[in-house]
C-alpha cells in the first residue's frame, strides 16, 4: 500500500500539473478567491464552503474557547487554508502525503515564509498524523475524506489528535444522497480513467479510495459523533445541478456543504 500511495502522489501531482492547478505569486495568496482562468467556477463553490467553515465552525470554536486555536488542516495541498486560519491569529498544521511544488506541501512556502510562527507542515498520510493525542482544537479534512481508504481508520486518528469539546468538519467532500448515485459516479469515473488521466490512469485508480460519502457512511465509521449537515448556498449554476441532470435523465449529483461534529 505505502509504494502505491508514493506513486499516486506522483502521478496525482503530474495530473494536477498537466491541468494547470500550480498556483504561484499572488494568485497563490488569493485563494479560494480566484475570479478568471479554468478553474474560476471550481473555487467560487469552494470559496462558499471556507466562509461556511470560517462562520459556522471555526469562529464558534474560539469563541466557545476564547483562545486562539490549534487546527489541523488535512490534504492541505499548497496550504491555502491554512494560510488563511493562521491570518485569523490560529495556529495551523498543514497536512498531506504530497510534498511536491505543484500545488502540495512544497507549493506552500510563500505562506509558510509570510508566517513562519503559525503554519507548519506536516508530510504523512490521514492514518498516521504525527502529533500527540489532544494536540488540536480543530480538525478539517480539506476537500480530502473522499481519498481516505478506511474511513473509520482515519475518522479514529483524527478523532484522537482532537480535544475533548474539539471541533471535527468536512469541507468539499463529494455526499450523496443515496449510495446507489455515488456508486454510479465512481463506475462512470472508472470508465473514463483512460480519456481523463491517461497513462497515469492506472496508478491514479490502483488505490482503494472511497471517493464519495453519505451521510450513513460518516454515522457508522464515526458511531460516537454527531453530524450536521450545514446547506452552503452556492452560485447558481451549482444549484441547478439536480433539475438539469434530472432533465437529461442522469444520476443525481452530488453535494459538497460543511459537516461538522463536536468531539465528545
Given at each position: 500500500m505505502e509504494a502505491a500511495l508514493e506513486q499516486f502522489a506522483r502521478d496525482y501531482a503530474g495530473h494536477r500539473a498537466a491541468e494547470g492547478?500550480?498556483?504561484?505569486?499572488?494568485?497563490?495568496?488569493?485563494?479560494?478567491?480566484?475570479?478568471?482562468?479554468p478553474f474560476a467556477e471550481q473555487w467560487a463553490v469552494r470559496a462558499r464552503t471556507f466562509e461556511a467553515f470560517m462562520t459556522r465552525g471555526l469562529s464558534p470554536t474560539a469563541t466557545r474557547l476564547a483562545r486562539p486555536l490549534t487546527v489541523l488542516d488535512l490534504g492541505a495541498g499548497n496550504g491555502w487554508l491554512s494560510y488563511r486560519v493562521a491570518c485569523e491569529g490560529h495556529r495551523a498544521y498543514a497536512l498531506d502525503i504530497r510534498d511536491d511544488c505543484v500545488d502540495g506541501l512544497g507549493a506552500a512556502a510563500p505562506?509558510?515564509?509570510?508566517?513562519?510562527?503559525r503554519i507548519e507542515c506536516l508530510v504523512a498520510p490521514f492514518e498516521a498524523i504525527p502529533l500527540p493525542t489532544g494536540h488540536v482544537d480543530v480538525a478539517l479534512f480539506n476537500a480530502s475524506l473522499h481519498y481516505a481508504t478506511d474511513l473509520r481508520v482515519v475518522l479514529d486518528?483524527?478523532?484522537?489528535?482532537?480535544?475533548?469539546?474539539?471541533?471535527?468538519?468536512?469541507?468539499?467532500?463529494?455526499?450523496?444522497?443515496?449510495?446507489?448515485?455515488?456508486?454510479?459516479?465512481?463506475?462512470?469515473?472508472?470508465?473514463?480513467?483512460?480519456?481523463?488521466?491517461?497513462?497515469?490512469?492506472?496508478?491514479?485508480?490502483?488505490?482503494?479510495?472511497?471517493?464519495?460519502?453519505?451521510?450513513?457512511?460518516i454515522?457508522?465509521?464515526?458511531?460516537?459523533?454527531?453530524?450536521?449537515?450545514?446547506?452552503?448556498?452556492?452560485?447558481?449554476?451549482?444549484?441547478?445541478?439536480?433539475?438539469?441532470?434530472?432533465?437529461?435523465?442522469?444520476?443525481?449529483?452530488?453535494?459538497?456543504?460543511?459537516?461538522?461534529?463536536?468531539?465528545?
Open positions: 492547478r500550480e498556483y504561484q505569486g499572488r494568485t497563490l495568496f488569493d485563494l479560494p478567491y480566484v475570479t478568471s482562468g505562506f509558510v515564509d509570510e508566517l513562519p510562527n486518528e483524527a478523532q484522537r489528535v482532537v480535544r475533548p469539546g474539539g471541533t471535527m468538519a468536512i469541507l468539499d467532500s463529494p455526499f450523496y444522497a443515496r449510495e446507489a448515485d455515488g456508486l454510479a459516479m465512481v463506475a462512470e469515473k472508472k470508465l473514463g480513467a483512460a480519456g481523463q488521466f491517461g497513462e497515469r490512469a492506472e496508478s491514479l485508480m490502483a488505490l482503494p479510495f472511497v471517493e464519495f460519502l453519505t451521510r450513513e457512511r454515522e457508522q465509521s464515526a458511531p460516537n459523533l454527531v453530524w450536521r449537515r450545514h446547506r452552503v448556498r452556492y452560485p447558481l449554476s451549482y444549484e441547478l445541478r439536480p433539475l438539469r441532470a434530472r432533465l437529461l435523465g442522469q444520476r443525481r449529483p452530488s453535494r459538497f456543504d460543511l459537516w461538522l461534529a463536536e468531539r465528545p
